[in-house]
């Protein structure tokens, strides 16, 4: 596979670079972003924590805002984000911020025009951790983190691919996509009309049926605009009182949708998936 390198800055000893490559799963070009910490330039294989960001968002926002690298440097993780949806002139795209371009949801899309690109869930669980692991030194140990619609395709994906992950956790999650507008125009569009399909998409459901567990991290803050109307995070954690599923879930008083509130508890994030990666 070839990948090409746009650009290289050093941090905290480490490195962050950014690439792109043509991906077959997304039938596209794609750019993602990898920290490196100065641990993997001492031959060590580092275990990776991969970072699903939100709408609108690129792979850019979460490594120039929330401040991640010195922490990933002091505990020799490498930091993953790649882009939120596929890209391209020939690439579908809609009006609203919420479907198409920025919005990809972590899907694997049924529904023209978006399935002939529209894979993101198949990008993120196959391809690009094959390219990671093949091209960088770093180990297959993975655990999997993400914010709002990112925090919704963490938690689905590690639900459903358990065995692949040591630890999820998610800042201010879509917890429950199949009751709330935002998710259901991206899963109507995505995935048809039949809601019946949508559900291997949402982490609620996921989580109330889940055999195996993989331990689970949520911050929410309590002054979220959209807390009410499309996160739901009480739907997710009555879930997981049913099923008894090892999730933590802190509401954060004062705190909003922003990089602020990130930034704020990343340090609790990190350290919880270092915790898991070292086992």
Known sequence: MTIENISVNKSFGGWHK??????????????????LPPQASNGE?????YWLSGLTCTD???????GVQALAAELGIAIVAPDTSPRGDDVADDEGYDLGKGAGFYVNATQAPWNRHYRMYDYVV???????ESMFPVSDKRSI??????????????????ESYQSVS???????????PWGKKALTAYLGR????????????LMRKAIQFVPALVDQGDADDFLVEQLKPEVLEAAAKVNGYPLELNYREGYDHSYYFISSFLENHLRFHAEHLSK
């Open 194 to 205: 039949d809601s019946a399909t949508w559900t291997e998409y949402d982490a609620s459901v």
């Open 60 to 66: 850019e926002n979460f490594m120039q805002k929330a």
């Open 126 to 132: 196959d391809e690009l951790p094959k390219l990671i």
């Open 170 to 180: 998610a800042f201010s999650p879509i917890s429950n996509p199949i009751n709330c």
């Open 18 to 35: 950014q690439y792109s490559h043509h991906s077959q799963t997304l039938n596209c070009g794609m750019r993602f972003a990898i920290y």
């Open 145 to 162: 983190a993400g914010h709002s619609m990112g925090g919704h395709g963490a938690l689905v994906i590690a639900l459903r691919n358990s």
């Open 45 to 49: 294989k580092v275990p990776v924590l």
